[in-house]
């Protein structure tokens, strides 16, 4: 008898399989992968280190692309900012950063809008109130406000930004967690395990948990776009980072005013970066949007 | 096997109410329901939809959800009352010294946990067991419920087992922890009758090896003329007929015992139009003052709107007014 370990698929598998089926997704994933290796590669394969003002020559400030230092006969391939930074180098630093913030503030934010909105789709009653009521007021305020006034409280760093966006983005998780956990509660697996005299803790981790799993890591893939570009445009605000390491929109400020004079590349390419990171990571939460969406399942 | 053992009575249940409280109105869901069960009995528990049968599973676990509420009676396991117990100590005898199997086997397994998994936590909820250990004893679970290939069914995930193999697995699980009692909440109707035949053959057999009490909850009364030793009839929330199961297939007393008989299929009756009763259960909201079957009734009258008493005939109990004689209504398991 043919061993049946050899066809089980696994749901990882299956989930793998369903995903390649868009090209579009495959695209963007393989975009993604590059600029988060990039990102993360940036002290290696950047040709500057944009943070080292001593590596910064402001002779050879605003040069158009492709130009060559007339100094020490640098080639910049994206040209250079006014302080004369080599974009390419600023660019994948100032990725990394993005990269960093979005990916940090989405895993933290899941975390604990996951565990709040299980317990309170699962406990019900004043504790599902008390949470969901938090949720609410944070969610009335526009999340740009709410980010503006930590920071204004906090003041600027990286750590203070990371802070901020998961304070704007926790609700999200916790209410589309609380509807899975309270959908999923009411079916017989949930009753069978309390049948079988599990613990709580473990009921809701190890058996509610994963079950609610796909429509959250839907809102989170979407969520770190979101989460980049709202680092973006606080760096833009000039509320995010400071000046000596620009991420992605602060690189984009930095250039804004030189827009007008022709110098467009400042802005530009680092625009450009972060509008085909958040397009990558977009292509990749449709598909997993799809591929997750129980009603789009033929199993 | 030991006659001793066999006449200990593992769960009892006096007078045991359940209520919906809604805005309509307080639902008697369970009304007054007495039972017991002994070591290696197997006790049938038959109604219709709504009936009250699970829910009367459901509050021997202490599994009502609100607004369900039980509000008196007592639920006695060796003696001691599981109603009074602190929610800790309820959830060790759940899945320890009563297990239960639910309805659908397609559903009471959780779809992204492997079988071993749950089966393993299971055991480890209740004894202090190490990983390798409990993985041996979820193998010879599922080989004693008669699955082939245990091991590599403990590595399969429930979608890839079909209906009557997820079935086994949820018996074998009921297993694990060699439990007093096993309450099977209408376990084999979503299975072919071939597989519901073995499963059926199974449990008995499994039952009256280990001596666990078994109560099986159906709606199916051929189920219980072949499986159970005592059958309890539910209708509206209250019990109207029990006794040995014998004694009441052949000679019933309550007219929706009889009626349920009539409407059974059976091959000493091939070619006559089954009858039914006529009518559908009403809703708890809708039920009836007195006997609850009065409105679908042949034989009621004006005295029927009272509650009728308890009649006692050895072992034989209904309640009705006009008993049927006995000679309506047989059937041969």
Same mark, same amino acid.
């Given at each position: 008898m043919?061993? %049946?370990?050899?066809?089980i698929?696994?749901?990882?598998?299956?989930?793998?399989r369903?995903?390649?089926?868009?090209r579009?997704?495959?695209?963007?994933?393989?975009?993604?992968?590059?600029?988060?290796?990039?990102?993360?590669?940036?002290?290696?394969?950047?040709?500057q280190?944009?943070?080292?003002?001593?590596?910064?020559d402001?002779?050879?400030?605003r040069?158009?692309? @492709?130009?060559?230092?007339p100094?020490?006969?640098?080639?910049?391939?994206? @040209?250079?900012?006014?302080q @004369?930074?080599d974009?390419?180098?600023?660019i994948?630093?100032?990725?990394?950063?993005?990269?960093?913030?979005?990916?940090?503030?989405?895993?933290?934010?899941?975390?604990?809008?996951?565990?709040?909105?299980?317990?309170?789709?699962?406990a @019900?009653?004043?504790?599902?109130?008390l &949470?969901?009521?938090v949720?609410?007021?944070?969610?009335?305020?526009?999340?740009?406000?709410?980010?503006?006034?930590?920071?204004?409280v906090?003041?600027?760093?990286?750590?203070? %930004?990371?802070l901020?966006?998961i304070?704007v983005?926790?609700?999200?998780y916790?209410?589309?967690?609380? =509807?899975?956990?309270?959908?999923?509660?009411?079916?017989?697996? %949930?009753?069978?395990?309390?049948?079988?005299g599990?613990?709580?803790?473990?009921?809701?981790?190890?058996?509610?948990?994963?079950?609610?799993?796909p429509?959250?890591?839907?809102?989170?893939?979407?969520?770190?776009?979101?989460?980049i570009?709202l680092?973006?445009?606080? =760096?833009?605000?000039?509320?995010g980072l400071p000046?000596?390491?620009?991420?992605?929109?602060?690189? &984009?400020?930095?250039?804004?005013?030189y827009?007008?004079?022709?110098?467009?590349?400042?802005?530009?390419?680092?625009?450009?970066?972060?509008?085909?990171? %958040?397009?990558?990571?977009n292509?990749?939460?449709?598909?997993l949007?799809?591929?997750?969406?129980?009603?789009?399942? =033929?199993? | 096997?030991n006659?001793?053992?066999?006449e200990?009575?593992?769960?009892?249940?006096?007078? *045991?109410q359940?209520?919906?409280?809604?805005?309509?109105?307080?639902? +008697?869901?369970?009304?007054?329901?007495?039972?017991?069960?002994?070591?290696g009995?197997?006790?049938?528990?038959? $109604?219709?939809?709504?009936?009250?049968?699970?829910?009367? !599973?459901?509050?021997?676990?202490?599994?009502?959800?609100a607004?369900?509420?039980?509000?008196?009676?007592?639920?006695l396991?060796?003696?001691?009352?599981l109603?009074?117990?602190?929610?800790?100590q309820?959830?060790?005898?759940? $899945? +320890?010294?009563?297990?239960m199997?639910f309805?659908?086997?397609?559903?009471?397994?959780?779809?992204?946990?492997?079988?071993?998994?749950?089966?393993?936590?299971?055991?480890?909820a209740?004894?202090?067991?190490?990983?390798?250990?409990?993985?041996?004893?979820?193998?010879?679970?599922?080989?004693?419920?008669?699955?082939?290939?245990p091991?590599?069914?403990?590595?399969?995930?429930?979608?890839q087992?079909?209906?009557?193999?997820?079935?086994?697995?949820?018996?074998?699980?009921?297993?694990?922890?060699?439990?007093?009692?096993? /309450?099977c909440?209408?376990p084999?109707?979503? *299975?072919?009758?071939?597989?519901? $035949?073995?499963?059926?053959?199974e449990?008995?057999?499994?039952?009256?090896?280990?001596?666990?009490?078994l109560?099986? /909850?159906?709606?199916?009364?051929?189920?219980v003329?072949?499986l159970a030793?005592?059958?309890?009839?539910m209708?509206?929330?209250?019990?109207?007929?029990?006794?040995?199961?014998?004694?009441?297939?052949?000679?019933?007393?309550?007219?929706y015992?009889?009626?349920?008989?009539?409407?059974?299929?059976s091959?000493?009756?091939?070619?006559?139009?089954?009858?039914? /009763? !006529?009518?559908?259960?009403?809703? *708890?909201?809708?039920?009836?003052?007195?006997?609850?079957?009065?409105?679908?009734c042949?034989?009621?009258?004006?005295?029927?709107?009272?509650?009728?008493?308890?009649?006692?005939?050895?072992?034989?109990?209904?309640r009705c007014?006009?008993?049927?004689?006995?000679?309506t $209504?047989?059937?041969?398991?």
């Amino acid at each position: 008898m043919a061993s %049946i370990a050899a066809d089980i698929e696994t749901p990882l598998q299956a989930f793998l399989r369903q995903f390649r089926a868009s090209r579009m997704a495959l695209l963007g994933a393989l975009v993604l992968l590059i600029a988060i290796a990039a990102a993360l590669l940036a002290p290696w394969i950047a040709p500057q280190n944009p943070y080292d003002l001593a590596q910064i020559d402001i002779l050879d400030a605003r040069l158009p692309p @492709g130009a060559v230092s007339p100094e020490h006969g640098t080639t910049y391939l994206l @040209g250079t900012d006014e302080q @004369g930074r080599d974009m390419l180098s600023a660019i994948l630093y100032g990725m990394r950063i993005s990269v960093f913030v979005g990916l940090t503030s989405t895993v933290v934010a899941l975390a604990i809008g996951l565990v709040l909105g299980l317990l309170a789709g699962y406990a @019900g009653g004043r504790l599902d109130a008390l &949470i969901m009521r938090v949720a609410d007021i944070q969610l009335s305020f526009p999340s740009i406000l709410i980010a503006l006034i930590l920071l204004a409280v906090l003041g600027p760093g990286l750590g203070k %930004i990371v802070l901020a966006l998961i304070a704007v983005q926790w609700a999200y998780y916790a209410r589309t967690a609380r =509807s899975a956990a309270i959908v999923e509660r009411r079916k017989e697996y %949930i009753e069978a395990a309390v049948g079988l005299g599990l613990p709580p803790s473990r009921i809701v981790f190890r058996h509610l948990l994963p079950n609610c799993l796909p429509p959250l890591i839907v809102v989170a893939a979407l969520q770190v776009a979101s989460a980049i570009s709202l680092e973006a445009t606080l =760096s833009f605000l000039g509320l995010g980072l400071p000046v000596t390491e620009p991420s992605l929109g602060l690189l &984009i400020a930095n250039g804004f005013n030189y827009l007008l004079s022709g110098k467009y590349w400042i802005s530009m390419f680092p625009g450009a970066a972060l509008l085909v990171l %958040i397009v990558a990571i977009n292509l990749v939460a449709d598909q997993l949007r799809d591929v997750l969406n129980p009603r789009l399942q =033929s199993l | 096997m030991n006659s001793d053992l066999s006449e200990q009575t593992v769960l009892s249940v006096e007078h *045991l109410q359940m209520q919906f409280a809604t805005r309509g109105g307080v639902l +008697k869901a369970v009304d007054d329901v007495s039972f017991s069960v002994r070591r290696g009995e197997i006790l049938g528990i038959v $109604g219709e939809s709504g009936s009250g049968k699970s829910m009367t !599973a459901y509050s021997i676990m202490r599994l009502i959800d609100a607004p369900g509420k039980i509000v008196g009676g007592r639920v006695l396991l060796d003696g001691q009352n599981l109603l009074e117990l602190p929610e800790e100590q309820m959830r060790r005898v759940r $899945g +320890k010294r009563i297990a239960m199997i639910f309805q659908d086997p397609m559903m009471t397994l959780n779809p992204v946990l492997r079988i071993d998994t749950q089966m393993i936590e299971a055991l480890r909820a209740h004894q202090s067991l190490g990983k390798a250990q409990a993985r041996a004893m979820a193998r010879d679970a599922l080989a004693r419920v008669g699955m082939s290939a245990p091991d590599e069914r403990l590595l399969a995930y429930p979608h890839q087992l079909s209906g009557g193999m997820r079935q086994r697995v949820a018996i074998a699980i009921a297993l694990l922890n060699r439990p007093e009692l096993i /309450i099977c909440d209408e376990p084999t109707t979503a *299975l072919d009758v071939t597989i519901q $035949g073995q499963i059926l053959n199974e449990m008995q057999t499994l039952c009256r090896e280990s001596g666990t009490a078994l109560i099986w /909850i159906t709606h199916d009364l051929a189920v219980v003329a072949g499986l159970a030793d005592k059958v309890c009839v539910m209708y509206g929330g209250k019990i109207v007929e029990s006794g040995a199961v014998q004694q009441v297939l052949e000679q019933p007393r309550h007219p929706y015992t009889g009626g349920l008989i009539a409407s059974s299929p059976s091959r000493n009756r091939r070619g006559q139009p089954l009858r039914q /009763i !006529a009518g559908a259960m009403p809703s *708890l909201a809708e039920l009836p003052s007195g006997c609850p079957f009065r409105t679908r009734c042949p034989h009621a009258t004006a005295i029927c709107a009272t509650m009728p008493p308890v009649e006692l005939q050895g072992q034989h109990m209904w309640r009705c007014f006009h008993p049927l004689q006995q000679t309506t $209504g047989a059937m041969h398991g």
